[in-house]
């Protein structure tokens, strides 16, 4: 069983940062491809950034690249994403979500239909 905690959302100005932060239970983090997405009102889910964590290798979307970063922490069996120059554009709710890599250390990259696990999501509001 596999369980994913979010956490990290809030408000912030435009140019901030913020930092979420993705937990993982029971057999996640060891053998595991984790992505972030997120869902604006009115609009389909969005992949933004991707990682195997066996390896820590990464993928973006084009919207992101440069401003987010996925990272992992193997002591805290936990995925980061570091969120810098933040755009009101990025308001949306934030999905941190798991699966079996199909490729050692490969990301499964940014299509939701890569992923089985998801968390319940998390609000990221950016203000002008």
């Known amino acids: 069983q596999v369980q994913i905690v979010e956490s990290g959302g809030g408000s912030v100005q435009a140019g901030g940062s913020l930092r979420l932060s993705c937990a993982g239970s029971?057999?996640?983090?060891?053998?595991?491809?984790v992505g972030w997405f997120r869902q604006a009102p009115g609009q389909e889910r969005e992949g933004i950034a991707a990682?195997?964590?066996?390896?820590?290798?990464?993928n973006y979307a084009d919207s992101v690249k440069g401003r987010f970063a996925i990272s992992e922490d193997n002591t805290k069996n936990i995925v980061y994403l570091q969120m810098n120059g933040l755009k009101p554009e990025d308001s949306a709710m934030y999905y941190c979500?798991?699966?079996?890599?199909?490729?050692?250390?490969?990301?499964?990259?940014?299509?939701?239909?890569?992923?089985?696990?998801w968390g319940q999501g998390l609000q990221v509001t950016v203000s002008s």
């Open positions: 029971g057999a996640f983090y060891w053998r595991n491809c």
């Open positions: 990682i195997a964590t066996a390896t820590g290798r990464p």
């Open positions: 979500a798991a699966a079996s890599c199909t490729a050692y250390g490969v990301p499964l990259g940014l299509d939701m239909r890569n992923y089985t696990y």
